[in-house]
């Protein structure tokens, strides 16, 4: 059981997905100092158990150029603090990070 699922490249650990209550999926954090193609990455503390990574993580999901989704939230001490301008019902919740097999 854990609460972050690696993401590797070349066998070399680049990010990590985790659960989303919110939106229902996995979300992906890449850490520095990994290049990936979005540009996007993250600090993170190395702390399998209790993860933190900085800055927030803003996820907007759009369809037909719409904002269909919108979720924003702090992953720190091992739970998601879960921002006021999500559009999903954990909005301003404080969640422990859910276990994944
Ligand atoms: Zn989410």
Redesign the pocket.
Known sequence: MTKLIPIEEDAVVVGYMFY?P??NEN?ALYIRPSKVRSGATWDFNGDMEKPAFYPSLL?IIEQANKRFRV?H?YVRDGKLQFLTDCTHSLAGQLVEIPDQD
């Open positions: 989303c919110g939106c979300h996820t979720c939230l």
